[in-house]
């Protein structure tokens, strides 16, 4: 069966220092593999995806960058955190399909809190 | 669009009702509907799905209702429990970007005994 695997799951960091959240997902192989992040009681918002290796689009403009070096490995990553970069981040795999109709399977999430 | 923006608007029911969830979406070309359960603290999880071709699909205890008319999903819970009682949130995919999923606002669901 497949797992999805995202560490940490409560990171405190200060303003400017630098942040990498990984994810990995087992069991299966070639996923699309996707970043949300989920400001306090508000949706989820798409920040990147990545349909293979070294492959990475980029949903909003912002202080973050992905990275997926491995095909089933995914970094989220920031030279300089801001206050504003607080929030929960999950990290996803879909498989891939003819149609791309299939459903999202999500990690437990990281809780990231800029001070 | 994303309205990630927006506070989540809550739904209160009482135990042993039934609950309908709603969900509006703005992309005509979206073809494929999912309904995710989220609790505290967690990544969302699967409830159920349905493809554009389709108006109705059951599940356990779970019903989705689609109207592209009205771009309008809705996601119908019986028999409502405490267990029930989380965040939910529909996500879309359109046609031609199938490699991404698109969520909705969320709406909380409280459950009362």
């Known amino acids: 069966s497949q797992t999805i695997h995202q560490w940490p799951a409560t990171l405190v960091q200060p303003v400017g220092s630098p942040l990498s959240l990984e994810c990995t997902v087992e069991?299966?192989?070639?996923?699309?593999l996707y970043w949300y992040r989920q400001a306090a009681g508000r949706g989820l918002q798409l920040l990147f995806y990545?349909?293979?290796?070294?492959?990475i689009s980029s949903e909003v403009p912002q202080n973050l960058s992905a990275s997926r070096p491995q095909d089933r490995q995914f970094i989220l990553s920031s030279k300089k955190l801001l206050l504003s970069d607080s929030g929960f981040y999950l990290c996803?795999?879909?498989?891939?399909?003819?149609?791309?109709?299939?459903?999202?399977?999500f990690g437990q999430g990281t809780r990231l809190t800029v001070v | 669009g994303e309205n990630v923006g927006l506070h989540l608007p809550t739904l209160s029911v009482q135990e042993g009702d039934n609950s309908i969830i709603n969900c509006a979406y703005s992309?005509?070309?979206?073809?494929?509907f999912i309904w995710y359960k989220q609790e505290s603290g967690k990544g969302p999880q699967f409830i159920i799905d349905?493809?554009?071709?389709?108006d109705k699909r059951q599940g356990q205890r779970v019903t989705v209702l689609l109207n592209k008319t009205v771009k309008h999903l809705s996601l119908q819970i019986a028999a409502t429990q405490p267990g029930d009682s989380a965040v939910y949130f529909c996500?879309?995919?359109?046609?031609?970007?199938?490699?991404?999923?698109?969520f909705g606002a969320g709406t909380r669901l409280a459950v009362h005994p």
């Open positions: 996803a795999w879909r498989p891939k399909t003819t149609g791309g109709n299939t459903e999202a399977f």
């Open positions: 069991g299966t192989s070639n996923p699309n």
């Open positions: 990545s349909v293979g290796i070294g492959q």
């Open positions: 992309n005509s070309a979206s073809d494929y």
């Open positions: 349905i493809r554009s071709n389709m």
């Open positions: 996500a879309e995919k359109t046609s031609g970007g199938y490699n991404k999923l698109i």
